[in-house]
């Protein structure tokens, strides 16, 4: 079977991986120290004005579309206005489109890269991960997790689904008119990783630790317009730190916080364009 990793080999903290005869870079969990939390979770803050407001009350959309999202995201990181050294990395078509306004507002030196990852679901149960695959080809693998479920870095299942999940991301990488990143693109950066919202958190998470292991990022930063309290909490974990607007207990469906929900606005819509190849003649969906 061909390799799926396209990128120099790193080094495995996995004795499994070093046995792979696809030299896969495979990596197990890791720990960072949780940072302390500013504001109460019980707490809605909004960043245009500074306010706490009480979340049981009516929730209506506080963003026209991701574009005004990602202007009022842009203010939260002025500290990084010129910074050569970081680099924008968006994990979906929504955040794309909330990256693409950061960069922008951060200076022409700032790169906007598309960075996309799958996580690799486990037989019968698909809800749990036995690690990721990115848009570049790398490969993460949950070392704990596959013990438990009897496989290892060379179980045929496991490559089939790495090979699956490599064609669909390549498929949507092509689509997009920036390349995948590079070890080189992304080693010793800051990294903002932008999203239009988390909800569950399940890509984001998957994002941040194939970030760590398979690129050894060591400073991470999360911006996105919507982060749940407690999601919040748990990145902080892992993260440099956590930039929002706001951080509500419940999330629900990202739409709700945009005024056009998952439809593409007219200005979000020529965004879309520029970043990539609409080969289908159709809108972009957001989702």
Avoid at 5 to 21: E, H, L, Y
Avoid at 153 to 166: G, K, R, T, V
Wanted: contains cysteine; proline residues 4%; glycine residues 8%.
């Amino acid at each position: 079977m061909v390799s799926l990793d396209r990128r120099p080999s790193v080094s495995s903290n996995s004795s499994n991986s070093s046995n792979s005869s696809n030299d896969r870079n495979v990596d197990s969990d890791y720990a960072s120290t949780a940072r302390p939390r500013a504001r109460s979770q019980m707490d809605v803050i909004d960043g245009r004005t500074g306010t706490l407001r009480d979340h049981s009350r009516g929730r209506q959309a506080i963003f026209n579309d991701r574009i005004h999202a990602g202007r009022q995201l842009a203010n939260n990181l002025r500290e990084y206005v010129g910074d050569s050294s970081v680099v924008v990395l968006s994990i979906s078509r929504g955040g794309a489109v909330v990256g693409s306004v950061i960069s922008a507002a951060l200076g022409p030196r700032i790169q906007h890269l598309y960075y996309i990852v799958r996580s690799i679901p486990c037989p019968n149960l698909p809800r749990l991960s036995l690690g990721s695959v990115a848009g570049d080809g790398s490969v993460r693998i949950d070392n704990a997790v596959a013990k438990c479920v009897g496989a290892n870095a060379n179980s045929p299942w496991l490559l089939q689904s790495i090979d699956a999940i490599d064609e669909q991301l390549n498929c949507e990488q092509r689509q997009f008119h920036l390349p995948a990143p590079t070890v080189e693109m992304l080693q010793g950066r800051t990294l903002l990783v932008v999203d239009d919202g988390i909800e569950a958190g399940d890509t984001m998470r998957e994002a941040i630790m194939h970030l760590k292991h398979c690129y050894g990022a060591n400073k991470i930063i999360v911006a996105v317009p919507v982060c749940l309290a407690d999601l919040r909490k748990q990145l902080l974990r892992h993260v440099e730190s956590v930039v929002d607007i706001v951080s509500p207990i419940f999330v629900g469906s990202i739409a709700r916080w945009y005024a056009r929900g998952v439809a593409a606005s007219h200005a979000e819509q020529i965004v879309l364009n520029r970043l990539f190849t609409n080969t289908g003649g159709s809108e972009f969906d957001l989702e």
